[in-house]
């Protein structure tokens, strides 16, 4: 019996900040002191706080430290392991707690997260099935080996599963139609090609819960009538696929993969394919493509994989979470109490990564129905730096931009399509009131433009077409008939791209121009970027009455564009300035002000 | 016994070739075709070795 158990995150967000050689400074220390033994440390699963890696959590005192560096672990020894005491500097901190929190239930990211997916994250290590199967693993897949397969796929259609990877298609109906389809050969294929930026869901959980996964994709393939699976992971995720390696080798030596599974007549084969990273391969046409060894490209639907899939052959796609989903409904009672969590039409929890200018960035897992407001200002902690909330870009460069003044609008897939959203995988990157949002735009349609794969000519020209507009419009060479030819365009290529990629690339710049038209025809007609995002658009000007020569702006400068006595107010050479927004930074006084090119004292503008 | 695929005693007959039906439910509460301390005592200790707290082990 151990005294304590030492969780420490073993995600690949806390492995680049440090977490290994916080595992290793620990290991040393408790070694010299020889007691080593009486502690059980794990590289567990993602907790979701990245914002306040390397993580530590301590059981049974539940207790959670975080920033930690590599010389805190003596104290952590002393203090805590042998003495008995807390140390409350290595506790969490920050605005929104008044004194440092100990735990989930004291820190305010957590109050409103619902843990379905991420229930095992953290709690276990991933490496070991023993401790799957002692938080109810695999009992799902006992469960559904004793049923019938269309009543498998009625459970989890009456549970209102919807896939988690972006559409939210009903899953339990999707299995029905590989049901149905005739042959004797037939797939389940993982679709963990996450590619989104900012994006790092599946990621986590297939870190933290391999299990989970194999375990849906087992249940899928009885409710299915298949005997083998694929997981495409892309090769970008080492530690992930080490991991689910271990599990797969793990659950062949236990009897859950293979033949004759726990005695039943269902055999089921594993098998993983690395991706090479192509953002297409997220497609589920293209990532079948890519299994079968062919060039990564999607095809048109009909046919749809449940008739003709990998190989030719009936296959069900789902993503990560959906699977990870499958065995909390499917075993005893499950389905009723996922019902309960969620809205009339979106049901249970989902996973988001929360990035951008929030203050609590990290993996949340909440319940549907949560507004955006409580997840950026409950859980995500608000904008860094106390700035203004401008808006959320969801699901990613296929998704949309959401205002602040939707700020009250319930996460479901219904709400956010009728937003002009999708939920997508669960990516939010949050934007403050220094995000241009012509210039985000053309990042997002930059990035699904480079990943085009070429085959059709909607997404291939037109997505290059309208990123050359929103490039001249960033660069002062916007023209007034260039919102008419971008939304006339977007809905071209909305329209009659190939695949679902290239019919949702467009969203971010639709959206943009819905909700923020008004920045979009500041640039063009009034050749002025408000957010001091886009160069040639705006320049800086030192409040005079306000600067109080402290020569913080004058340090920070890189090309020595800004002169002025101590003490005395500053002022800007604007013909040496880059825009470089140095100086903005650093100034205490919030007096470098963004104001239109030539303009020379004119502060409000 | 030091993992749940070890057999407690020779009544355990589970392996990946010889499949048990009950393994599943057994490796938590088991031993389920025989009655035994002993054996119950060795999953028991499986699970005392690594559970965090009593809240841990789902059933």
Known sequence: MYEKHIMICGATGCLSSGSNQIAEALTEELESRGIRDKYRLVMGGCPGFCEVGPIIVIFPDEVFYCRLKTKDMAELVEQHLIGGEIVERLLYKGPDVDAPARFYDSIPFYSKQRFNVLRNSGVIDPESIDEYIMRGGYRALKRALEMDSQAICDEVKDAGLRGRGGAGFPTGMKWGFTNKAPGPKKYIVCNADEGDPGAFMDRSILEGDPHAILEGMLIAGKACGADEGYIYCRAEYPLAIKRLRTAIEQAKEYGFLGNNILGYDFNFKMNIKEGAGAFVCGEETALLASIEGKRGMPRPRPPFPAQVGVFGKPTTINNVETFANVPLIVREGGAEEFKKVGTEGSKGTKVFALAGKVRNTGLVEVPMGITIEEIIFDVGGGIQGGREFKAVQAGGPSGGCIPQDLINLPIDYDSLTQAGAIMGSGGLVVMDDRTCMVDLAKYFLSFTQKESCGKCTPCREGTKRMLEILERITEGEGKPEDLDTLDSLAHSIKDSALCGLGQTCPNPVLTTIRYFRNEYEEHINEDYCQSGICKPLFQYLIDQDNCTGCRACVRACPVEAIEGEKKEPHEIIQDLCTRCGSCIEKCRQDCILITRVGSEADVGN | ?59
């Open chain 2, 1 to 59: 016994m030091e993992k749940f695929i070890d057999p407690c005693c020779e009544k355990c007959t589970h392996t990946k070739d010889t499949p048990c039906k009950d393994f599943v439910e057994c490796c938590v509460e088991g031993p389920i075709c025989h009655e035994n301390q002993e054996c119950a005592d060795k999953r028991k200790a499986i699970i005392e070795k690594v559970a965090l707290d009593e809240k841990f082990v789902i059933s």
